[in-house]
């Protein structure tokens, strides 16, 4: 890497002749950490036109430099710091500075002390990552993604890739989730009623700034993802916590005033229980009479291996009083945060303006990436190789939980990619967790999904998507070995 000769300067307060200069210059950069090792300097006629000085200045300056070992010359091709240049030294950390500002009054409104657990960046290294949501790089289709990125980039699709959509999106990306996988889930939408999120988390935001305020009552499931609950505590609405039983979100325990209900049916978060056909009948007069809307996050269908899954809450809803969430980031990667809202066209016109107002859109580039991925089949194609891998690492996964003696608590029906898992009473397996970090195994807490302020502590999640079947049997055995 070749260092900018706009970088160089002469110091006024520097002492000494213009050779000398340049040589502190230059140490000095060297010393800081400015200029590393292998780094391209200027040539000698480049820096002396930029400083305006004399060539041979600069030539003296570097050959003294030479001379110390601090750079180094490799024939035609210029100057480097040298290998042998010396470490700049660990520079001692910066002091609080003093600052006049009262953030504790300065600040209008708080978005942190959550319960949000903290997923570490490194959990790849771990051997046994039993962790949920993050993608397996063996089961992915790179060599097609790339294509279908290196296709976005082209010409053809310059439009796609720079074009300000403002408050739209690609329309071939939509044309996709409209004709190919709503019907899927048996939902017939217009493309005036699909919104393209940040993920499944922009889209239950966005659902949450339009359909609350202050005054009204949301109903969420407990436990619960943790992230909607701390989106709903942020948004200042009434919120009533309700447990879930084996069939999922009882409709009977949703209380008056209630305006609107979040719910994962098809998979519940975390428990993996599915609610079953008359439930969600249920589910939905309990809606009309309370005249509540209903969220639907169903952000795991795809992973329905064992069983085709039941028909969405959505695709029942004969009120229009359903808003459907969707994501891609389970089935493809996290990072891509590609999601979307399905909902009437008065709802998805609000969501819309105020994503607008926040982000603009998602990026043109992801959104035609994605669409030619999905469009071309290979899709599909991962989604069966993902399927076959997951039901063979669920079969392994449940016999070693049998042979340990471990307690399920709950799976999903028809599959999914984590079994929540009950440790024995007294055990705290947050600290359990913590200490199996030493032993190369990653587990989920559950007290983070639970409302209470005093969470059951027994509760945690195996997830399977991201660790081979042949680590599973020995990974299940250290955790057995920590519980007991």
């Known amino acids: 890497m070749a260092i900018p000769v706009e970088t160089f300067f002469l110091a006024p ?14 140490a000095g950069g060297i010393l800081s950490g400015r200029f590393r090792r292998g780094e391209k300097l200027p040539s000698t006629r480049g820096l002396a036109t930029h400083l305006g000085i004399s060539r041979i200045t600069v030539t ?20 480097f710091v040298s290998d042998n240049a010396p470490e700049p030294p660990l520079a001692p950390a910066p002091a609080a500075r003093s600052e006049t500002v009262d953030w504790t009054r300065a600040i209008g409104q708080r978005f942190t002390g959550g319960v949000t657990p903290e997923k570490p960046q490194d959990w790849a290294s771990f051997r046994y990552p039993f962790i949920y949501g993050q993608a397996d790089p063996t089961l992915f289709d790179h060599a097609n993604w790339r294509l279908c990125a290196v296709q976005a980039l082209g010409a053809r699709d310059f439009t796609a890739l720079t074009t300000d959509y403002y408050d739209q999106d690609d329309p071939q990306l939509i044309e996709f989730i409209a004709r190919h996988t709503l019907p899927r889930r048996g939902i017939v939408a217009r493309p005036s009623e699909i919104l393209v999120t940040l993920g499944a988390q922009n889209a239950l935001w966005l659902t949450a700034q339009v359909l609350l305020t202050q005054r009204r009552l949301a109903a969420i499931e407990d436990p619960c993802y943790h992230a909607l609950r701390d989106i709903l505590m942020q948004s200042r609405c009434r919120l009533a916590a309700l447990p879930v039983d084996a069939d999922g979100l009882p409709p009977e325990s949703i209380p008056e005033g209630t305006d609107v209900i979040f719910t994962t049916p098809s998979h519940q978060c975390p428990t993996s229980a599915t609610m079953p056909m008359e439930r969600r009948r249920a589910l939905l007069d309990r809606a009309r009479e309370l005249e509540a809307i209903i969220v639907e996050d169903d952000y795991e269908f795809e992973m329905s291996y064992l069983a085709a899954p039941s028909p969405a809450l959505k695709s029942l809803d004969s009120d229009g009083r359903v808003v459907y969430v969707g ?3 389970k089935s493809l990667f996290p990072g891509l945060r590609l999601g979307y809202l399905v909902g009437s066209e008065a709802f998805i016109r609000e969501a819309r ?19 030619y991925f999905l469009s071309l089949g290979h899709y599909d194609a991962q989604i069966r190789r993902m399927a076959r891998a997951l039901a063979e690492r669920r079969q392994v996964l449940e016999e070693a939980i049998q042979r340990n003696g471990l307690t399920i608590a709950g799976r999903g029906t028809f599959g999914g990619s984590s079994i929540w898992m009950h440790a024995p009473e007294g055990v705290d397996t947050t600290k ?29 999640r195996l997830a399977y998507s991201s660790i081979p079947s042949s680590r599973i049997g020995e990974g299940v055995r250290l955790v057995a070995e920590a519980l007991a």
Do not use: C, K, W
């Open 13 to 26: 307060a520097t002492q000494g002749t213009l050779q000398a200069r340049i040589q502190q210059m230059i």
């Open 60 to 79: 003296l300056a570097y050959t003294e430099l030479l001379a110390n070992d601090y750079i180094t010359a490799r024939g035609r091709s210029g100057y």
């Open 327 to 329: 994501s891609f980031s």
């Open 353 to 371: 303006a105020l994503r607008a107002s926040v982000l603009r859109h998602p990026p043109g580039h992801i959104q035609r990436t994605a669409a």
């Open 432 to 460: 359990v967790a913590f200490d199996l970090r030493a032993r190369g195994v990653l587990i989920e807490s559950g007290a983070p999904f639970f409302a209470a302020a005093d969470p059951p502590t027994a509760f945690y």
